[in-house]
């Protein structure tokens, strides 16, 4: 089994900067991929970035230039910052490690922008 704990989360205005972490424990495997989603109410959930045990990335093209994901493999923790936020970034950011074929996800961190 694998754990995912997520903090960082609040309320911060437009413009505004927030870093999210996620940290894993349990059962992990080296070849796996961490990530964050997000959901804003009434929508799917949506994935923002994620970064393989290497380091190579991949972003929604909403948050491209404005989002940096990285991970300590030491740690096994992903970090999300975010840059420039906008009202349309406001949602409950969820952690998600996908390893052997298994998702695990977090329990989510709200983050809120006010309009």
């Known amino acids: 089994q694998v754990q995912l704990v997520e903090s960082g989360g609040g309320l911060v205005q437009a413009g505004g900067s927030l870093r999210l972490s996620c940290v894993a424990s349990?059962?992990?495997?080296?070849?796996?991929?961490m990530g964050w989603y997000r959901q804003a109410p009434g929508k799917q959930r949506e994935l923002v970035a994620r970064i393989t045990w290497g380091g190579s990335t991949n972003y929604a093209d909403s948050v491209k230039g404005r989002f940096i994901i990285s991970r300590d493999n030491a740690k096994n923790t992903v970090y999300l910052q975010m840059n420039s936020l906008k009202p349309e970034d406001t949602a409950v950011y969820y952690c998600?490690?996908?390893?052997?074929?298994?998702?695990?996800w977090g329990q989510g961190t709200q983050v809120t922008v006010p309009s």
């Open positions: 998600n490690l996908g390893q052997m074929g298994i998702d695990y």
């Open positions: 349990g059962s992990i495997f080296r070849v796996n991929i």
